[in-house]
């Protein structure tokens, strides 16, 4: 059986971080560890605390993990402690850690920072040189190009542009499911056209080859999308502990993951939570 590890924060409801990954791996009949860098209280409302879990207590997490039962892969989500980012890297490091996925949750997708400028200088030096793929979003892919994203030819230029500068190692795909959206709701005039706005884009460009993939999967209406950049991720580092390539890896994680959100679960009073289970009972 292969093995996935998941570093990432716990969330209460259920819907997104260690939970979600736990249950992406499970369904993709893989073995799932886990290491947790944060306690949140949360719900589909919001954020209501949140807790770091002390540096050394991640680097036993780690140790006791890889000492034990190796990983095929490693899936990173939300890391706000410059500390605990300097421990993730520097154990992965010396275990020799392979297929490495990072989703750098930094800024939110209507924009907002998530985490200190501090984390975000530490993650960008010493996590991303160490992934196989990072998956921003379009407000990380700003940050991390320097540039702004406003069409799908600065989508794959960003990619390019945070590939190259990453290092010749890290492959970037960067997602456009809430700029689709985005779109639609400005009702863009191209909608005739592939890549329109019923359509959700994202772009992958692979380190070392520079081959470029375009995927588009239709756009789904649906409010209850927390917890998707985990769920994407945790697919991602499933295929590539399978052996699959990183192209095939990310185009079966998008299948399942636009399963996920179309099976129509509908929990909370909030932005609720998908459906990870689809594939084991349909989408009842």
């Known amino acids: 059986m292969k093995k996935v590890l998941t570093i990432a924060g716990s969330d209460s409801s259920g819907g997104a971080g260690i939970q979600a990954d736990i249950k992406t791996i499970t369904v993709h009949g893989m073995f799932a560890m886990s290491v947790i860098t944060a306690v949140t209280a949360q719900n589909t409302l919001g954020v209501a605390a949140i807790e770091d879990i002390s540096p050394d207590c991640v680097k036993s997490q780690l140790d006791c ?55 975000k200088s530490a993650l960008v030096s010493k996590l991303i040189p160490m992934a196989t793929v990072i998956t921003p979003n379009i407000p990380e892919a700003e940050v991390l190009c ?26 970037v795909l960067i997602k456009g499911g809430h700029f689709a959206m985005s779109r639609n709701a400005h009702s863009s005039s191209d909608g005739g056209s592939e890549g329109s706005s019923d359509s959700a884009v994202d772009f992958l460009v692979v380190a070392g080859s520079g081959k470029e993939v375009r995927y588009a999967a239709p756009r789904i209406d649906n409010r209850n999308t927390h917890g998707t950049g985990c769920t994407l991720s945790s697919a991602i580092a499933c295929g590539l502990a399978s052996g699959c390539p990183l192209e095939v890896a990310v185009q079966r994680a998008k299948d399942y993951l636009t399963g996920a959100i179309a099976a129509g679960l509908d929990l909370g009073a909030g932005s609720g939570p998908l459906n990870h289970m689809y594939v084991l009972h349909g989408d009842s």
């Open 65 to 119: 993990v890889f000492t034990d039962i190796f990983p095929d892969a490693v899936k990173i989500g939300m890391v706000s402690n410059p500390e605990i980012i300097g421990v993730i890297a520097e154990r992965l490091s010396f275990y020799g850690a392979r297929n490495i996925v990072l989703d750098p949750v930094m800024v939110s997708t209507s924009g907002f920072s998530l985490i200190s400028q501090d984390a």
């Open 146 to 171: 320097g540039f702004g994203i406003s069409d799908e030819s600065d989508m794959l230029k960003a990619a390019r542009s945070i590939s190259s500068g990453c290092g010749k190692n890290v492959s």
